[in-house]
T-cell receptor, first 109, second 115 residues
């Protein structure tokens, strides 16, 4: 089992739709979780951290489910500019953060 | 420039040659990471530096790969006797401290093409 797993997609959704991605992790001792966004041929950029109680930043909501060992990202009212690859990032107990392979989102007009 | 700076941005080299990639982290960031991303793939961890601690080299794919960091500043990633499978974008990132607490800030990457 991979340390961090994501559905690669692509998720094709119309503008205005709500879309959710999950990411599972294997190390139950993991403490830190992040979502990054990566545009085509660009470097990853931090989208948001994921806190135990869940957190929201505008149209984006992140949740953590420790019992089932997954985190989720919900995007409401999708915009064309949300089209990107979303990377789940987890502290897996190694000294460096571990990245998932990413979920590709394509928002269509 | 407040961000992570990498050079060169693009590098084309012949198979068998050595290459050196450079990373200037954000000032004050004690942690520095190198990742590799092949076309259409996820990020592959290579090496991690944290202050004066011994680096975590567990991700280096072969002994042709090595990296150094001078104090808490510049890092160089060296690939000896390059192979075509080394073609990828090499991303450097830095963070304020321990990886479990601090998000990473990435440079623009070096796109390496081995012909």
């Amino acid at each position: 089992r991979k340390e961090v797993e994501q559905d690669p997609g692509p998720f094709n959704v119309p503008e205005g739709a709500t879309v959710a991605f999950n990411c599972t992790y294997s190390n139950s001792a993991s403490q830190s979780f992040f979502w990054y966004r990566q545009d085509c041929r660009k470097e990853p950029k931090l989208l948001m951290s994921v806190y135990s109680s869940g957190n929201e930043d505008g149209r984006f909501t992140a949740q953590l489910n420790r019992a089932s060992q997954y985190i989720s990202l919900l995007i409401r009212d999708s915009k064309l500019s949300d089209s990107a690859t979303y990377l789940c990032v987890v502290d897996t107990g190694r000294r460096a953060l571990t990245f998932g392979s990413g979920t590709r989102l394509q928002v269509q007009p | 420039g407040a961000g992570v700076s990498q050079s060169p941005s693009n590098k084309v080299t012949e198979k068998g040659k050595d290459v050196e990639l450079r990373c200037d982290p954000i000032s004050g960031h004690t942690a520095l990471y190198w990742y590799r991303q092949r076309l259409g793939q996820g990020l592959e961890f290579l090496i991690y530096f944290q202050g004066n601690s011994a680096p975590d080299k567990s991700g280096l794919p072969s002994d042709r790969f090595s990296a150094e960091r001078t104090g808490e500043s510049v890092s160089t990633l060296t690939i000896q006797r390059t192979q075509q499978e080394d073609s990828a974008v090499y991303l450097c990132a830095s963070s304020l401290g321990q990886s479990s607490n601090s998000p990473l800030h990435f440079g623009n990457g070096t796109r390496l093409t081995v012909t």
